[in-house]
């Protein structure tokens, strides 16, 4: 994967990826929009955003699709991460349901595989099943979603589990809940953090006054300073969502503002950290 000047994270793997990715939760489910979306994807690798994160859940299975479609010429150059459902995870369900996201990706290997979240399927099984995918080429590296630190416990107690890459988890301004316990956990460990949803869910975030003072004090937009506030944090990625390329371009020019103390006052006071345990929030 080639990079120029894009901010990077280390997996505990060794491998780097992008601090600033592309995430497609929504793509692909309306066919007007179609060209759009490839367009605005297709300018994130351009602009070295070359983390995609997608899942079977998606749209039945359209935002993969979408995906495989804009990234078919250009694999080489994208680290592709996709989620399997709980109720597909046991050690047959797994390896089928990633062979439906290979053919809909239009790929022979995915980098990243993740449980979308805890399910009835002991974590032991699909562990197993992860890794017999790696031992057959099929995925690289794998990982959860939506884990607590009890979960991840669980994980690592498995025969392999210690192979755990990521946590894709709901982190933003407004649930910050994994900064009490589960975010200074997974930093000790090295277990890469991957945020979803970091404007929250239907942008709150970025309408709230606050980050709206901050975005105008440097003359940049209340997404970026969104995305720069998640990204404060190391080994922390991060994943939002563009549906056209103003907004993909927008995402990018983030990773060139730097708050302030004041900045990180301001927002502290607007949306206090957590002040003890907080189940792990998911949307």
Not at 26 to 42: M, S, V
Request: with cysteine; aromatic share 6%.
């Amino acid at each position: 994967m080639k990079t120029l000047s894009m901010r990077m994270v280390e997996l505990p793997a060794g491998e780097q990826l992008p601090v600033l990715g592309q995430g497609t939760w929504g793509l692909g489910e309306d066919p007007k929009r179609r060209d759009e979306e490839l367009t605005a994807l297709r300018l994130g690798l351009d602009l070295e955003m070359t983390l995609i994160d997608t899942a079977e859940m998606y749209g039945g299975g359209a935002a993969e699709r979408l995906v495989g479609d804009a990234v078919f010429d250009r694999r080489d150059e994208v680290f592709l991460v996709t989620k399997v459902l709980p109720e597909h995870a046991d050690q047959v369900g797994a390896i089928e349901a990633c062979h439906r996201s290979l053919h809909r990706l239009r790929t022979d290997h995915i980098d990243m595989y993740l449980l979308h979240w805890p399910g009835p399927v002991p974590v032991e099984e699909t562990v197993e099943a992860f890794t017999v995918l790696q031992q057959q080429g099929k995925i690289r590296f794998w990982g959860v979603s939506n884990f607590d630190t009890t979960d991840l416990l669980e994980v690592s107690a498995a025969p392999d589990g210690n192979s755990v890459q990521t946590d894709q988890v709901l982190y933003n301004l407004a649930h910050r809940g994994i900064e009490w316990d589960l975010l200074p956990a997974c930093q000790r460990s090295g277990l890469t953090v991957m945020a979803y949803a970091p404007f929250d869910h239907r942008g709150s975030v970025v309408r709230h006054p606050a980050v709206v003072a901050v975005a105008e004090r440097h003359g940049a937009t209340p997404a970026q300073v969104a995305l720069a506030w998640v990204l404060r944090q190391d080994g922390v990625t991060t994943i939002p969502k563009a549906a056209y390329p103003e907004h993909t371009a927008e995402n990018r020019a983030s990773l060139d503002l730097r708050l302030t103390t004041e900045d990180f006052a301001d927002l502290d006071r607007a949306f206090p950290p957590p002040d003890g345990p907080t189940p792990l929030e998911v949307i």
